[in-house]
């Protein structure tokens, strides 16, 4: 279904938006910009639901900072475009980030 469903989205892939309402033309998109996002803004994240329908993640280091970041995306109708819905604010004090970041998939690098 999702080869033949291509809606055409723009959006900056070096700083995805991850804002409330915000499209994505199917999960392996969202999963790659939310890579990205997390990437960007120096911070790593941990995957609480994973289907091909829906996603729900929260930063890495939610319990030692009491960070409050939340991410939940789902398909529309389509069953394929994915659209965020609820992100939480980051807390800035749970962006600290290691020598290796989790984050940066081998799918990710090669799309980079």
């Not at 890579?35 to 939610?62: D, L, M, V």
Request: aromatic residues 12%; glycine residues 2%.
């Amino acid at each position: 279904h999702e080869v033949n469903h291509a809606p055409n989205i723009e959006y900056d892939k070096d700083d995805p938006p991850m804002t409330e309402g915000f499209i994505y033309p199917n999960m392996k998109e969202f999963k790659l910009a939310l890579s990205q996002h997390a990437i960007k803004h120096e911070f790593e994240y941990n995957t609480e639901k994973s289907a091909p329908c829906r996603f729900r993640g929260y930063c890495k280091r939610r319990d030692e900072d009491n960070c409050p970041w939340r991410i939940h995306a789902s398909t529309t109708d389509d069953f394929c475009t994915v659209v965020v819905k609820k992100p939480f604010g980051h807390d800035s004090s749970s962006a600290r980030r290691k020598k290796k970041v989790k984050n940066a998939t081998k799918y990710w690098i090669v799309r980079r």
